[in-house]
């Protein structure tokens, strides 16, 4: 169903190279390191690791509270090791997936309003009300519009002209979409 839109719509044409697609994979993975959902888990996994170290330090009849410690050293230690590897890694493994899809390599006309948006490429049209979106994110790289937690549509910074970017954040906030 077509959204329709009451005022001017603002449009904007890129395409998403693996440059654009490796910012908004880092902005997605710096957001998901910020929220509350990833320093629970990490809380747990700590927990946990207290928890086996107090169990190994009984079992074997040594000092519960020194293998609490070193488990959650181990713990202090590998979260950063795993995230940072995987920021590492992510600009190999997003041009991979870049160029395994000719779609990515097509220009993507995207227009939004007050209403919502609407994304038009070779391969399909895609039109939401903003009220169907889960979230969005503002980085540097351009905005993240979220369809799940995990899914989301990037407009790049680099396809905003002078003005358009604030104009869009504008409508995003007074939309009362959720920012991520």
Do not use: C, K
């Amino acid at each position: 169903m077509a959204i329709a839109h009451a005022e001017g719509v603002t449009t904007v044409t890129y395409v998403l190279d693996a440059d654009a697609q490796i910012a908004a994979a880092r902005a997605n993975l710096w957001r998901y390191l910020r929220s509350r959902r990833a320093w629970i888990r990490m809380g747990i996994g700590l927990l946990l690791m207290l928890a086996i170290g107090a169990v190994l330090g009984v079992a074997i009849g040594e000092d519960p509270l020194w293998w609490m410690l070193v488990f959650a050293a181990e713990m202090v230690v590998l979260f950063p090791l795993i995230y940072g590897l995987l920021y590492l890694f992510l600009p190999r493994r997003i041009r991979r997936l870049v160029a395994q899809s000719a779609i990515w390599q097509r220009p993507v006309e995207a227009s939004w309003s007050a209403a919502g948006m609407s994304a038009r490429s070779p391969h399909g049209e895609t039109e939401l009300a903003w009220t169907d979106y889960h979230g969005w994110y503002a980085a540097r790289s351009g905005f993240l519009l979220y369809f799940n937690d995990q899914q989301y549509q990037v407009v790049p910074a680099s396809a905003l002209a002078a003005g358009q970017a604030e104009a869009l954040r504008a409508i995003l906030e007074a939309s009362g979409l959720r920012r991520l």
